[in-house]
């Protein structure tokens, strides 16, 4: 019994893991209430997902705020662009569907494809800029790059996000706890197909400690 409930079992490794994805998440709403710092907060939820629970390199509210402080400008001017222009596919295809009677027709299928190709950018952007040092037009284009390449890991990504949306949305009034480990969750299980894909453009840069040992970056690992 003492194996099993030790500091270093399996079982209390995974119930670490466990309470870390829920304090994650729960800092993550935290830091979202304003709303304009969604951006910066998804680019942190990402950053220390991968980071603190994937790589076990520092702490969970360290790790988030170092990356939210250091990314808040950029990462609040994209999810104001996705927040602007989101709220403008909305409006136009509600507006021509209410004027053509409830019908879908070429424009509303346009609106429809334009609202996705925003949606795929958005779940590229935040982590790309988490690990990129790059302009918001960059990660922008970087951003469709990728989700247009790697298409056949876009559309779960994309299912898992706005599964993840709508399970928050639905079961907050009902079920409170259970959400606060969902964007965690999400974010963890949506960085084993992310992670794939941004190691393919991840510079190779290794570091010489003073005693001649190679330092490999977290992310390298």
Known sequence: MRGIFGSDSRLMKVLGKIFDIGYLSIVFIIFSLPVVTIGASLTALYYAVVKVIRRDRGYVFQEFLRSFKLNFVKATILWLIQAVLTFVMCFNLYAVVEQNGGTIGFMQGAYIVM???????????????????????????????????????????????????????????????????????????????????????????????????????????
């Open 115 to 221: 609202g996705l190709i925003i949606f795929a950018i958005s779940c590229y952007a935040y982590p790309v800029l988490s690990r990129f040092d790059m302009k918001n037009t960059k990660i922008i284009r970087f951003s469709l790059y990728m989700a247009v390449k790697h298409v056949y890991f876009t559309i779960p990504i994309m299912v898992i996000v706005l599964a993840s949306i709508t399970a928050l949305v639905l079961l907050i009034p009902y079920m409170p706890i259970i959400p606060l480990l969902v964007p965690g969750t999400a974010a963890l299980v949506c960085s084993y197909m992310m992670e794939w894909i941004l190691k393919k453009y991840m510079p190779k840069e290794e570091k010489v400690s003073e005693d001649g040992e190679v330092i490999t970056e977290w992310y390298n690992e």
